[in-house]
Nanobody, 115 residues
Framework: VQLVESGGGLVQPGGSLRLSCAAS????????MSWYRQAPGKERELVAA????????NYADSVKGRFTISRDNARNTVYLQMDRLKPEDTAMYYC?????????WGKGTLVTVSS
């Protein structure tokens, strides 16, 4: 299993970024995919998750109405569209999935929201 995130960067408050996570090594469409984030000095937290067919989605309260998770099963890719970014969204963002009790994480992509 390999998860590779991209799309992070420096953005001003109120701006937008779109993160991507390219997956390989498993049957992507069968698995729930999640985005987590970890800010300096804080614990890793769930940002958003989406089921294999995309029928069930959930978000952390802190990002509801601003972030949108989606997936393209033909491209084995999950996305996180982040709008109206705030300085408190600054963190390393990770892609995550699990299979048969094994946890799989990408290496992360850094998002910095600052003026």
């Amino acid at each position: 299993v390999q998860l590779v995130e991209s799309g992070g960067g420096l953005v001003q408050p109120g701006g937008s970024l779109r993160l991507s996570c390219a997956a390989s090594g498993f049957t992507f469409s069968n698995f729930r995919m999640s985005w987590y984030r970890q800010a300096p000095g804080k614990e890793r937290e769930l940002v958003a998750a989406i089921t294999g067919a995309g029928g069930l989605i959930n978000y952390a309260d802190s990002v509801k109405g601003r972030f949108t998770i989606s997936r393209d099963n033909a491209r084995n890719t999950v996305y996180l569209q982040m709008d109206r970014l705030k300085p408190e969204d600054t963190a390393m963002y990770y892609c995550y999935t699990a299979d048969s009790g094994m946890n799989y994480w990408g290496k992360g992509t850094l998002v910095t929201v600052s003026s």
